[in-house]
């Protein structure tokens, strides 16, 4: 799979679902494109990361989990001055995509997502790092 | 080119009328309607040997996404194939074991709509987000009969009709028994062609 990382550290992804199938496709999925991720089973874990300052490139977040919604969770990274951060809802609910965006994220991608979902995602992930130094 | 007569052929002319579809493109439609015949099943154990024993691992990635179409027509869409895709050399197994997790995943969260159908009578909003998850499960695996029952059973949450829900539970069980008994004779087949090894072209 030809993929365009001009040499620069692997993209760091943070995945938040709380469905042992979808984490796994979408974990093996990132790592076609070499992405460093990290799992977290729900909104409350994901922004648990974040309060521990530990940074992302790229949060996958479903929408409707235990503890805290997908949603949820962006809203307070957002609110916590995580605004670089590239957030992506994703959720088989297309009504999610309102709540998602509501919340601050960048995008919203129904389920199932594809690797060719991912990969142009991944592209301006890596684009924006090189150009940032 | 009639399918029937490949069958009957050597194993050698099975392969070169195999290659003679893969190069022209047209073999997924064949097979898939020619293997929907119950007396085609044996076909697959020895389709599956003469991918893994001549055909390049390229040429094998194609060949199984017709076989797992062919085993299961209309159980299973496209992102099944995306699963099969991220399959490789690190992780051979890696789509038999995202079925099991599926199975196990759904079996969980059946379970928890079966309970919420008992326990919290006509709280179609519980029973809808339990349904939900399902069907996003279903959505990741390409079991697209089984999402299109959750999807049934989450319209008759929003007219608020019990009976609708209860019965549409009952085809999402059914469907997911159906679908684990033709996943399990997928890869069972998949077993008995043996492994893919290192393939060289035949000498045609």
């Known amino acids: ?133 | 080119m009639s399918i029937r007569g490949e069958e009957q052929s050597s194993d050698q002319s099975l392969n070169e009328s195999l290659l003679l579809l893969l190069q022209k493109d047209v073999g997924f439609a064949m097979w898939s309607n020619a293997l929907r015949e119950p007396c085609f099943c044996d076909s697959w154990i020895k389709l599956l040997s003469l991918v893994n024993a001549y055909m390049f691992p390229s040429e094998q990635s194609n060949m199984r996404k017709l076989s797992s179409r062919g085993c299961s027509v209309g159980y299973l869409d496209e992102q099944f194939c995306q699963v099969e895709d991220l399959q490789d050399e690190a992780s051979p197994n890696f789509t038999e074991e995202v079925v099991t997790l599926f199975f196990k995943d759904s079996a969980r969260l059946m379970s928890n709509i079966e309970q919420a159908l008992e326990k919290h009578p006509r709280d179609f909003s519980r029973w809808d987000a339990y349904m939900q998850q399902l069907k996003g499960s279903c959505s990741s695996i390409g079991a697209s009969r089984m999402k299109s029952e959750c999807m049934s059973f989450r319209d008759y949450c929003g007219q608020g009709n019990v009976e609708g829900c209860m019965r549409s539970f009952q085809k999402v069980k059914r469907e997911h028994a159906v679908l684990r008994q033709k996943l399990e004779a997928y890869f069972q087949l998949l077993r008995q062609a043996g492994p893919a090894g290192a393939a060289s072209r035949p000498v045609m």
């Open chain 1, 1 to 133: 799979m030809a993929f365009k990382n001009q040499g620069s550290a692997a993209p760091r992804a943070l995945v938040v679902e709380d469905i042992n199938v979808d984490r796994v496709i979408l974990s093996t999925m990132l790592g076609k494109f070499n992405c460093e991720t990290t799992i977290a089973q729900n909104g409350k874990e994901a922004v648990d990361l974040f309060l521990e300052g530990k940074t992302f490139d790229i949060v996958l977040s479903d929408k409707d989990m235990p503890v805290m919604t997908g949603p949820e969770a962006v809203a307070k990274i957002r609110a916590m001055g995580a605004t670089e951060v590239k957030i992506v809802g994703v959720s088989a609910d297309l009504g999610g995509m309102e709540a998602f965006m509501s919340a601050g994220a960048d995008e919203f991608i129904p389920k199932p997502m594809t690797l060719g979902d991912l990969e142009p995602m991944l592209q301006e992930v890596i684009s924006k790092k090189n150009m940032s130094g």
